[in-house]
């Protein structure tokens, strides 16, 4: 469950630095930085949240009787 809250936490992070901050980005180069950690993070997050996911479905595929 923490992997799916995380995932959408990831998902929502990434549309909210990259759309409305993108008018903010374009007019201060610290705000672009910060954009662009924002978005390295939620991909890190995203990605982690992924792996977690699929390895708990080949979890469950490898012992259906749990």
Do not use: C
């Amino acid at each position: 469950m923490k992997a799916l809250i995380a995932l959408f936490a990831g998902v929502a992070l990434a549309l909210l630095a990259q759309f409305p901050l993108e008018p903010l980005a374009d007019q201060n180069d610290l705000v672009h930085w910060a954009q662009h950690g924002l978005l390295f993070w939620s991909g890190i997050v995203v990605g982690i949240s992924i792996t977690l996911l699929y390895r708990r479905g080949q979890r469950k595929a490898a012992w259906p009787e749990r």
